[in-house]
C-alpha cells in the first residue's frame, strides 16, 4: 500500500511506503554516528562528552522530521523538565507517606510533576530507581532514607543532576533530617519521668528497633543514653537492641529480651511504629495488659496513640522539612555536606514533667 506523506520541514509530497523514521536515518541526516544521536535521544548525552551544540542541532532536527522524542529529549531542549524524582523506602509507614504526599502537594503548588518511587530499603533497587528518574532528567533527585545517599549523589553528579537528602544524611549532597539525637533525649526523659511519677525503677529501660548502622539509629541511641547519663543511670549493652525496624524481628527481639531478664522492661523507648507494631503483638499474644509497661515511640501514627492513649510519640516535622527541601531546590547551598536538622515534636506527654536541660 502506498500512502502520500507530507514530510513536514521539507514541503514536498512523497510517494514511498510508511515507514517510520529511524535513529540510522537521524544520524544521516545530522552527519553524525547513530550511537550519537542514541545518546542524545535517551538523555546520556554529557556523559559521552558531546557538545550541547551538537545534542540541540540533532533534535532539532528530530522533531523538524517528525521522529517521536522522548521525555528527556523534550526536557534537554527546554533545559529543565519540570520534573522532581523522590525515592522512598516505604509507603506503609505515616511518616514517608507524608512526607510523600506533602512533597507532591509542595511540587504541585509549584506547577512541578513528581515521580516518586518506593525502593523497600533495597540499595539495587535505590539504583535502578534513580537510573530511571536521571533517564529522563528530573531537575533534582531527592534521596529519601536511602541506605546508601552517597551513591545516588555520585550518579546524579555524573548525569549533571542535583541531589538532594532528606531523613538519612550522606556526605556528597545536602541533607534535611529530624534533630534525632536531642528529640530521642526528650523521649527518654518523658519515659523517665514518668517511671519516677510511678515510683518505678528507672534503671529497666529497653531501647527496641532500628539499625545499628543506620545514622538515626544510632544518633536516638546516643540521645537515649545522654538522658540516663544526665540521671546518674548506667546504660547496659542489653539495654539496647537494634533488631531492625521489621515487625516481626521487633517481636522477636522482645520475646528473647524477656526470656533472658526474666521479666518485662519497666519501659520501652521503640525505635519506629514498624517496630511497634511487632511489640504490640507480643505484649497481647502474651496477655499483657497494655497500662502495664510505659512506652515512647520515635514515630508517629494517630491510630496508634487512639489506641493507647498513654503513648509517648515523637512526631518528626515534616512539614518543615519538606519546606527546607524546596528551599535547598530554590536556592542550592553551596556546601554540599551542609546538614539541617529539624526538631521533631512531641506528642501525648501532658502527664509527664518536662524533660530535664
Known amino acids: 500500500m502506498l500512502l502520500l506523506i507530507y514530510r513536514r520541514g521539507r514541503g514536498q509530497v512523497s510517494s514511498e511506503p510508511s515507514r517510520k523514521l529511524t535513529i540510522y536515518d537521524l544520524a544521516k541526516l545530522a552527519k553524525s554516528s547513530p550511537s550519537t544521536v542514541s545518546a542524545v535521544l535517551n538523555g546520556t548525552w554529557q556523559r559521552r562528552r558531546i557538545s550541547r551544540k551538537l545534542a540541540r542541532r540533532i533534535l532539532d532536527l528530530a522533531e523538524r522530521e517528525g521522529y517521536s522524542t522522548n521525555m528527556q529529549a523534550r526536557a534537554l ?151 540516663r547519663e544526665r540521671r546518674d543511670l548506667a546504660t547496659k549493652p542489653t539495654d539496647i537492641v537494634p533488631c531492625d525496624y521489621a515487625a516481626e524481628k521487633a517481636q522477636a527481639a522482645l520475646e528473647a529480651y524477656v526470656g533472658r531478664e526474666g521479666r518485662l522492661p519497666a519501659a520501652m523507648f521503640v525505635n519506629s511504629t514498624i517496630s511497634l507494631e511487632g511489640i504490640v503483638r507480643w505484649l497481647r499474644l502474651g496477655g499483657h495488659d497494655m497500662n502495664d509497661i510505659i512506652m515512647g515511640c520515635f ?59
Open 77 to 227: 531542549r527546554r533545559d529543565r523538565s519540570g520534573i522532581l524524582g523522590m525515592i522512598l523506602p516505604l509507603y506503609d509507614n505515616r511518616y514517608f507517606s507524608s512526607i510523600a504526599q506533602i512533597f507532591e502537594a509542595e511540587a504541585r503548588r509549584r506547577g512541578i510533576f513528581t515521580i516518586v518511587s518506593c525502593t523497600n530499603r533495597d540499595p539495587d533497587q535505590e539504583r535502578e530507581a534513580a537510573r530511571m528518574m536521571l533517564a529522563y532528567r528530573v531537575e533534582h533527585l531527592i534521596c529519601t532514607g536511602a541506605t546508601n545517599p552517597d551513591a545516588i549523589a555520585e550518579m546524579c553528579s555524573a548525569a549533571g543532576i542535583a541531589s538532594l537528602n532528606l531523613d538519612l544524611p550522606g556526605t556528597a549532597a545536602p541533607s534535611v533530617i529530624s534533630a534525632n539525637r536531642e528529640g530521642a533525649r526528650r523521649l527518654t526523659d518523658a519515659l523517665l519521668d514518668r517511671l519516677e511519677a510511678r515510683k518505678i525503677d528507672a534503671a529497666r529501660v529497653l531501647f527496641i528497633g532500628g539499625r545499628a548502622e543506620d545514622h538515626n539509629t544510632r544518633e536516638r541511641i546516643e540521645g537515649f543514653r545522654q538522658a
Open 299 to 357: 514515630d508517629w501514627d494517630p491510630l496508634a496513640a487512639a489506641f493507647h492513649p498513654r503513648l509517648i510519640m515523637m512526631r518528626q516535622d515534616v512539614s518543615t522539612m519538606i519546606a527546607r527541601l524546596f528551599d535547598w531546590i530554590d536556592t542550592p547551598p553551596e556546601d554540599p555536606t551542609m546538614r539541617l536538622e529539624v526538631m521533631p515534636e512531641i506528642i501525648g506527654n501532658s502527664a509527664a514533667a518536662p524533660g530535664r536541660g
